[in-house]
């Protein structure tokens, strides 16, 4: 029996229908899924509205009637929130999700799956040309592994639309009603270190200085911290501030009437409070994570009962961090078993966890028991999946201090990935350069990151080799390749400690080899010979080597951080390094290499060149 034909010789019989009265993301991925089939096959298929004659050859996208009737349609917990089906039913081909944005994902499934397009980066996608595309053979439902999969960093804030071809979402960037909107809809803002925000100092501390801490001193409410004492949290055990907390709490609720998910998370990196009442709190009920719960138990509890009658049929999860000084859960073991230290610690069905392992080592698995700094992180998650089912892993995929250094974690991010899996994960925020997407290493791992956290059996390597080759090109995928294995396997001879803030060694002279950055940029500079004796036109080679650059500025970067240790006294040296760097930096337009203190390209202009971004 011969495949039904969809198209074939740059012609097709067939139109794309969407509903009567389509959704913006509908009517969208419609003019996607024709914009892109055009590009790949010569054919354009009309977009038309369901209502008139729907008999014939149609695809029919998101909630059509015609998909009711057709049998094909599956239950929505099959699909994992925003999962999507492909379907054929006598010749009609339907394409739905079991939300809108997973409508969005089925059309860039289909293209990737029937057509061989690959979304690389934002300006970067391959499109090959089909002459016949038959329709499929048998139904494809595809569920993500994880209900929330988000890649933080510059590249999805400013482009949603790059981001949904990732099946992305983000939490700090609104996404447009034609994306099928996105995680951030059901957010309220902010949601990460949010305790003063829940309870703002500027408003609360003259009159109660005690729910911030006991200290009778001077506080900075635009730094939110003591001035003599440093950072402050909440005090957790004061119940004249929970009862605040809990009125605020239901102003947010109220505000929002569509969100869904709440953060009250304790501030960054700020030390809690330490008075006699949480001190005995943290004694009887697991340290400070215990007492953290508590108060999150305490708010999830009057909300759960206030919100069946002010909104009954909203549902509502109070969210909160395992971070830092909250990392370990509330626990004590029993023969090798994790179990609360006592009933009240343990979260309430409208809580989720936030797991955040920032001290982690990224460049061992996590799951390693050799690896020292992947003890406590592991141990940690293991134990909070004892507690609750309900967790969220907030990972990390770069170093903040130095975006442009090689970051060693390809060989570890599917095995991550999967352990995230096994240990009920629910969610996944993986962040990278916030500030920066202009160079390789993350727009490689935007990629590769995309594929795992929908389906973490796939091969990374041959994702690596696939992004390669449709990126630069058959030709210079082997340069890419030989630099990536120099790095990774002087990386794994000296063992490196895969830190993702300050201090790390593979920033210093003394523990990266010169010769070992130097020799990658002689390959690098092979490459864009190569792409000059190539056939290329003159645009695509200049933009083939601008891409070549966007990796070049790692071991110049490496090289430059050190140049006195590996070249002393070397200044004219120095310049004329600094000054070829630069060149390539504005030509990806770059502006920011870190996150911190002084993080803009243009303090490193001024510190090597003695001259402004704007001074060229």
């Known amino acids: 029996m011969e495949k039904p034909i969809l198209i074939q010789g740059g012609a097709s019989a067939y139109r794309i229908v969407i509903p009567a009265q389509p959704a913006p993301a509908e009517r969208y991925a419609a003019e996607e899924l024709s914009r892109y089939l055009q590009k790949s096959t010569g054919a354009l298929l009309p977009v038309e509205e369901e209502g008139g004659n729907t008999a014939g050859a149609c695809i029919f ?88 999969r988000s890649i933080q960093g510059l590249n999805t804030f400013s482009n949603p639309a790059f981001a949904a071809k990732l099946r992305t979402s983000n939490l700090w960037t609104k996404t447009d009603e034609k994306y099928g909107g996105g995680y951030i809809d059901e957010l309220y803002q902010p949601n990460d270190h949010s305790f003063f925000n829940l309870l703002p100092p500027s408003k609360y501390y003259k009159d109660h200085p005690d729910w911030y801490n006991t200290a009778d001193n001077v506080f900075d409410h635009e730094a939110f911290c003591w001035v003599e004492r440093g950072p402050s949290q909440l005090c957790l055990t004061n119940e004249e501030m929970i009862a605040q907390a809990i009125e605020n709490l239901k102003g947010w609720v109220l505000a929002r009437p569509h969100a869904q998910y709440f953060m009250i998370g304790q501030c960054d990196m700020n030390p809690f409070c330490e008075c006699e009442r949480c001190r005995e709190s943290y004694r009887k009920n697991g340290g400070k994570s215990g007492t953290l719960l508590l108060f999150i138990n305490r708010l999830a509890e009057a909300i759960e009962e206030w919100s069946k009658t002010a909104c009954p049929s909203r549902e509502i999860t109070i969210q909160t961090f395992a971070y830092q000084q909250t990392l370990k859960p509330p626990v004590r073991h029993r023969k090798g078993v994790a179990v609360p230290v006592n009933r009240k610690v343990v979260p309430r069905k409208n809580v989720m966890v936030k797991i955040a392992i920032d001290k982690a080592d990224f460049f061992k698995p996590l799951c390693d028991p050799a690896a020292e700094h992947n003890r406590l992180p592991f141990t940690s998650l293991r134990d909070w999946h004892a507690l609750t089912h309900r967790l969220y892993m907030w990972d990390y995929t770069t170093n903040f201090y130095g975006f442009f250094a090689y970051f060693a974690n390809l060989r570890v991010l599917k095995e991550n990935i999967l352990t995230y899996k096994e240990y009920g994960i629910e969610s996944v925020l993986s962040q990278n350069s916030n500030q920066s997407k202009e160079h390789y290493q993350g727009q490689l791992k935007f990629y590769i990151l995309s594929k795992l956290l929908w389906d973490p059996d796939r091969d990374v390597w041959a994702l690596v080799k696939e992004f390669n080759t449709l990126h630069f090109g058959a030709d210079i995928e082997p340069y890419i390749a030989e630099v990536t294995d120099m790095f990774e396997r002087y990386y794994g001879e000296k063992d490196f400690y895969g830190v993702t803030h300050g201090g790390a060694d593979y920033l210093k002279a003394e523990c990266i080899d010169r010769c070992l950055l130097t020799d990658a940029i002689a390959v690098f500079d092979r490459a864009i010979e190569a792409v000059k004796r190539s056939a290329r036109g003159a645009a695509e080679q200049a933009e083939t080597i601008k891409r070549i650059l966007s990796y070049k500025i790692t071991p110049q970067y490496m090289l430059l951080n050190n140049y006195d240790a590996y070249y002393p006294g070397d200044e004219a040296g120095k310049r004329a390094f600094a000054e070829e760097f630069f060149r390539n930096t504005d030509l990806l337009g770059v502006e920011y290499y870190r996150e911190s203190e002084n993080p803009e390209i243009s303090y490193l202009k001024q510190k090597f060149l003695g001259r402004s971004a704007q001074e060229g």
């Open 61 to 148: 996208l998101g909630n059509t009637a015609a998909l009711e009737k057709s049998g094909a349609r599956v239950p929505k917990e099959m699909l994992n929130k925003e999962g999507f089906a492909i379907a054929v039913r006598g010749g009609q081909l339907f394409l739905y999700g079991a939300n809108l944005r997973g409508t969005l994902y089925a059309v860039y499934d289909f293209l990737e799956r029937f057509c061989g397009i690959r979304f690389l980066t934002e300006s970067s996608e391959y499109i090959p040309h089909v002459c016949e595309l038959a329709l499929p053979e048998e139904d494809i439902l595809s569920a993500p592994a994880f209900s929330f």
